[in-house]
Structure formats: structure tokens, C-alpha cells
């Protein structure tokens, strides 16, 4: 009975204790990242905060909010402000006031994430500053402060643009074109229907440069309303690639019945940018309906880059005989190791399920098989890449190869996973002398 209550004694000690340490371990990482705040040097401030961004982590905003404040590193202060803007964390809103009324002493390239910044999350207040900073006859700001205004502005702003765009824009040819386009996507998203017939006008004008007749496309489609669509098909009728590149860019953002008629037309196309736009907008529509022709796209297209964009967009909205043939593609071992890597590439990214259904498969045949290296080296960064904690079997394959390369996306496996039946392999790595930069790798991975 006595060693019994031992026994239980010593397990709820043994229970503790790990539960301790496990709390001592998320603590200690906090710890750590605080240390970096109010120690750290510039290099592992701005390192950290790139780890966070990669993260998505908000939890240190208010340390990060005070550490801005008092920082005079433009690094340490572009780092944060980038990161909030990634996370939409409005934490700078009156810095960013501020700062936009008078920036002319600030750095450049601060201002310039201060004006990403305030478009990011909104900040209509700063509308009157950035007009100001147009109005000026310092051009440094000029394309931020033209989208921002696109994205925070109002009527006032609307009627400042077009005046903008009928005015003399300072410059060479090409810097004139560019904030020509620049104006115009900006009243586009400002969705101003007082630009319908100027847009029109200027999308029909064959006289008209053709990638400024192209943003005049796209700006249309942005305003929208009935008359959107007619414009659109109208404008498809070109002769000329760019504009009808566009009319598939702006069909994506019209609903109905006639716009997705415009994007499978587009998918025929014979130029083949206006294919790979037709494929980005049926993605962005969820144009399942498209599925056979886009298979069709992915089987026979003669531009390699068509075919894996229709990989792409399969693997997003394709129907389940898509799917199955994009699974097959993988299975092929006929098929191009290229093609094969794409289409499980596409699946671990958008079907989960299906790639994990047939990529441990194909990846032990290529551990077998040294003249599908490559093969097995691209399914390994995919496998690294994936949030899947099913993928450690074929993990602890990769790290007992003999090819050193295999061992190291092994690892990378291990890294993003932290699989627990793996642990013993690596610490037997990390032990092992004769495994050179891979015991450092290891050990490092280990205690990071």
C-alpha cells in the first residue's frame, strides 16, 4: 500500500514539475522578447519585431507603443510602425496626425509608412494633411500620398484628384504617366460616379496611351453600377492585349451572370496574360462553374506559367473531378516533377485533406529513389511549409536519410511542427558529432 502512495506521490510530483516547466518555458520566451524591448540593440529590436510580424503577434503592443515614443533608431521606429500597420493596430493615430501635417523634416521613408499607415487603418482626419503634402511643390510623397487619399478620402478629395489629373503634373513622360495612372486608380476606389465619363471617355480614346486606357478600365469596374459591365465587354473587344487584360481585372470585381461570361471568355484568350488575369479573377469570383475549362487550361495550355496558375486556382475553386486530377498529377509518375511539385505545392495550400492524402505517398517513393531528388527536395519545403501536425512519419523519414540536404529539411519539418515523436531524432542529431552544421542546427532548434 506504502509504495502504491509512493508511486502516486511520485507521479503528481513528476506531474507538477512538468507542468512548471512548461509554464517556466512560455514564461521564459515572454521574458525574453521584454528583454529585447527595453535592452535590446537595434539589430535585435528590429529582429524581434520582424519574428512578431511573421507571427502576427499583437501581444507586446503596448510595450512596442512605449518603446516608439522613446526611441530616437528611425530603424527600431519604421519596424514598429510597419508591424502595426501588417496587424491594423491603431496604436500611432495621433503620432501620425501629427506627423503628416508638417513631415517635411521627418525621413523619408518614415513618412512614407506613416501615409501607408493612416490609408491602412483609415485615418480620414489626415485627409486636409496629405492634400497639403500634394499641394506642395515637393514631389517626394507624391505616389503614397495619391494612395492614400484613394483609400481615406472623401468628395473634397475626389474633386482635389480630378482637378490633379486635368492639371500640369511636373516630371518626364514616364513619371507623368505613372501618376496619371496613380490619380486615376485613386478616384477609382473613391468610387466618384462624376469620373464615369471621364473614365469612359478615355478608355474608348485609341489615341490614348494604352495602360493609361487600361486604368481607366479598372476604374471603371471600381465605381461599378450597370453601365460597368457594357463598358467592360466593350472594352474587351480590343485589339490590343493591355485593355483587355484590364476588362478581366475589372470584370472581377462586378457580380452577375455577364461578368462571369466575360471572365470564361477570357480564359480562352488568345494572348496569354489575359488567360492568367481571366484565371486571378475566376479565383477571386469563386467561379466553380469554371472548373472545366480551367482543367482544360491546366492539361493543354502551351505557356507553362498558365498551366501552374491553373493549378492554382483548381486547387481554390475547382470541382471534386479538378481536384482528383490535380491529386493524380501528383501521383504521375510520368508527369514533369515540376508539375508534380506544383499541383501538391497548390493543394498543401489551399486543401489540406487531399494533400496529405497523397504527399507522404510520393515523398517515401522519392527517399527510395536518389534520381528524384529534386522531387524530394521540393516536396520537403512544401511538407516545412505546411501547418500540418500529421506530417511527422514522413518527417522522421526525411531526418534518417543519408543525403545531408534530406536531413536538413528534416529538420525544417521539425522546426515548423515541433512533432512529438520526432523530438528523440533530433536530440539524436543534435548529439551526434559526425553530423557537422546539422548538430548545430539541431541543438539550435532544440534551445532557440
Known amino acids: 500500500m506504502k509504495k502504491c502512495e509512493r508511486f502516486v506521490l511520485i507521479m ?17 520566451q515572454r521574458e525574453q522578447r521584454l528583454d529585447v524591448i ?41 519596424g514598429i510602425l510597419t508591424l502595426f500597420t501588417a496587424e491594423s493596430v491603431d496604436a500611432l ?30 485615418f480620414n482626419e489626415t485627409a486636409p494633411s496629405v492634400r497639403a503634402i500634394l499641394k506642395s511643390e515637393n514631389t517626394a510623397f507624391r505616389s503614397p500620398a495619391i494612395k492614400a487619399l484613394g483609400k481615406i478620402g472623401g468628395t473634397e478629395d475626389s474633386l482635389f484628384l480630378a482637378d490633379m489629373l486635368d492639371g500640369e503634373i511636373s516630371g518626364d513622360d514616364k513619371q507623368r504617366l505613372i501618376v496619371r495612372q496613380e490619380i486615376m486608380t485613386a478616384l477609382g476606389e473613391l468610387k466618384d460616379p462624376e469620373q464615369w465619363d471621364r473614365f469612359m471617355e478615355i478608355a474608348e480614346d485609341e489615341d490614348e496611351n494604352a495602360v493609361i486606357r487600361a486604368t481607366a478600365a479598372k476604374a471603371l469596374a471600381a465605381i461599378g453600377g450597370d453601365r460597368a459591365l457594357d463598358a467592360l465587354a466593350k472594352i474587351y473587344e480590343s485589339t490590343d ?86 491529386v493524380s498529377l501528383v501521383r504521375d509518375e510520368k508527369a514533369v516533377d515540376s508539375r508534380r511539385a506544383k499541383a501538391a505545392e497548390t493543394l498543401a495550400a489551399n486543401r489540406k485533406d487531399l ?33 500540418d501536425s500529421r506530417y511527422a512519419d514522413i518527417a522522421l523519414e526525411y531526418l534518417s536519410s543519408k543525403d545531408s540536404a534530406t536531413r ?26 559526425k553530423q557537422g552544421s546539422l548538430q548545430k542546427r539541431a541543438q539550435t532548434i532544440l534551445n532557440p
Open 241 to 326: 492585349p493591355v485593355l483587355r487584360e484590364a476588362a478581366m481585372a475589372g470584370a472581377a470585381k462586378l457580380s452577375g451572370d455577364g461578368s462571369e461570361r466575360l471572365v470564361m471568355e477570357g480564359l480562352r484568350d488568345s494572348y496569354y496574360k489575359v488567360r492568367l488575369q481571366a484565371l486571378d479573377s475566376a479565383k477571386d469570383r469563386d467561379l466553380s462553374k469554371a472548373s472545366a475549362l480551367i482543367l482544360y487550361r491546366a492539361q493543354t495550355d502551351p505557356v507553362e506559367t498558365v498551366r501552374t496558375k491553373a493549378y492554382e486556382t483548381l486547387a481554390a475553386i475547382g470541382d471534386s473531378a479538378s481536384l482528383d486530377w490535380l
Open 355 to 387: 494533400a496529405w492524402s497523397v504527399i507522404p505517398e510520393v515523398a517515401m517513393k522519392t527517399l527510395a529513389d536518389d534520381k528524384k531528388k529534386w522531387l524530394r527536395y521540393e516536396l520537403g519545403k512544401i511538407i516545412a511549409k505546411t501547418d
Open 93 to 122: 493615430r495621433d503620432w501620425t496626425v501629427t506627423l503628416l501635417e508638417d513631415p517635411w523634416d521627418a525621413k523619408q521613408s518614415t513618412v512614407t509608412l506613416a501615409l501607408g499607415y493612416a490609408s491602412k487603418l483609415g
Open 408 to 433: 536538413s529539411l528534416g529538420l525544417d519539418m521539425y522546426d515548423k511542427q515541433r512533432y512529438f515523436s520526432v523530438k528523440s531524432k533530433v536530440e539524436s542529431l543534435a548529439g551526434d558529432d
Open 12 to 28: 503528481v510530483i513528476t506531474a507538477v514539475t512538468i507542468a512548471t516547466l512548461s509554464s517556466e518555458e512560455r514564461k521564459s
Open 38 to 78: 527595453d535592452y535590446g540593440i537595434e539589430t535585435e529590436i528590429t529582429a524581434l519585431l520582424e519574428t512578431l510580424g511573421n507571427e502576427k503577434n499583437k501581444d507586446f503592443t503596448r510595450e512596442l507603443t512605449d518603446l516608439f515614443d522613446s526611441t530616437r533608431s528611425v530603424a527600431v521606429r519604421e
